[in-house]
């Protein structure tokens, strides 16, 4: 079981943001993995820090969790799992950014190859498809690796040379004052290397890129709704040689329904009952995501009246808890017009509940209503 993530940042559950990114920056500089090299439980430290703070510093997962804890991000697709360190830096580069505050791993700087950046694209779905999951082709552009140079931006038999600016490390000093920060070379973009204009890639110019639109087979599980995020590795921008290419997310965006509400995996539904049916009771077909399902309205039942039935609602996001229920609202159905025999009938009803058409009450307001 994961341990309680205000625990992890060693704050208070009432804090501020400003205090939630105050405790992390700490932390995360304690289990930095420049501060800690080879260690491997620094790094599971410092990954799972970086979780916490991910979930917290996000108004909308931050209420979740208080909510529902690690449950409720699962079962919402929100629960955080970054791959690795680099992953890390990528996702906060407020916190690691301006070549990091040890000269190390931030977008900034890289003492290896950089890491490609994530790309995210948005898919609207019906709110059926939602429900029940479904697979669909989307269309993406990103860069992929030169295929003439295989992503070194070099003509065959070339050789770049080292950079003039940082003479090769990648990284330059920048000093304002006391201040000494260590920066990627602007020059060379941390690769340390240049490429001569005549040892240029002829197809990419040097790049050591190619612009490439791929088709995925995007497979949505049963139960996403809006904000959820599908994930797929190595498939956002490519990296420098040698580093690993950025990931894409798929947001999913889910259009409502006409008929159907949801809350989490709880659904909501109205359904209109004849005022004799809700007098009499009865039986009565109501419909559900999953189809139609039977329930007994008992006699004298009142408008507003709401059934749950249990499990009847959404599959949680990859089986993760049991099936949400479903809310059936029973509303009178008066109808807007009567036949002379409806009138006729209902004034006679009056009648011998001892009721005046022509007094104040239930039933002046409802005879009105139906002759209206």
């Given amino acids: 079981m994961p341990r309680d993530f205000y625990e992890v940042l060693g704050v208070q559950r009432d804090v501020d943001a400003s205090e939630i990114k105050k405790a992390y920056r700490k932390m995360a500089m304690q289990y930095h993995p420049d501060r800690n090299p080879d260690n491997p439980e620094a790094e599971v430290k410092f990954k799972e820090v970086s979780e916490a703070y991910e979930v917290l510093i996000n108004p909308e997962k931050r209420q979740i969790y208080d909510r529902f804890g690690h449950d409720g991000l699962r079962g919402r697709g929100f629960e955080p799992n970054f791959t690795d360190v680099g992953d890390i830096f990528s996702h906060f580069s407020d916190i690691f950014g301006f070549g990091d505050l040890f000269g190390g791993r931030g977008r900034g700087a890289s003492r290896g190859p950089r890491r490609g950046a994530d790309l995210e694209i948005q898919l609207d779905l019906d709110f059926m498809d939602a429900v029940n999951g479904l697979s669909r082709d989307v269309t993406i552009q990103r860069n992929v690796h030169c295929d003439a140079c295989s992503g070194s931006g070099l003509k065959s038999g070339a050789s770049p040379k080292n950079c003039g600016t940082c003479g090769g490390v ?203």
């Avoid at 559900?288 to 006699?299: F, K, L, Y």
């Avoid at 249990?310 to 807007?336: A, Y």
């Avoid at 006729?344 to 009056?350: D, F, G, K, S, Y």
């Fill in 170 to 372: 990648g990284q330059v000093i920048q000093q304002t004052g006391f201040l000494r920060i260590q920066t990627g070379c602007p020059a060379c973009g941390g690769a340390g290397k240049s490429i001569a204009a005549e040892d240029r890639c002829g197809t990419c110019r040097g790049s050591g890129r190619a612009r490439k639109t791929e088709t995925l087979k995007v497979t949505v599980p049963a139960g996403v709704d809006s904000g959820m995020q599908l994930r797929f590795v190595g498939k956002g921008e490519v990296g420098d040689p040698g580093g690993a290419p950025g990931n894409l997310f798929v947001t999913i965006q889910v259009r409502p329904h006409e008929t159907f509400k949801r809350d989490g995996a709880d659904t909501f539904v109205e359904v209109p009952v004849h005022y004799t049916v809700m007098c009499l009771g009865g039986s009565l077909t109501v419909p559900t995501v999953h189809g139609e399902e039977s329930i007994t309205v008992p006699a004298g039942c009142e408008s507003g009246k709401v059934f749950v039935l249990r499990g009847k609602g959404i599959d949680r996001v990859n089986g993760r808890g049991p099936r949400g229920d479903h809310h059936v609202q029973l509303l009178v159905d008066v109808p807007k017009k009567v036949t002379a025999d409806e009138e006729r009938l209902l004034r006679e009803l009056a009648a011998l509940q001892g009721h005046s058409i022509d007094e104040k009450g239930f039933w002046k307001g409802l005879i009105e209503k139906l002759t209206s």
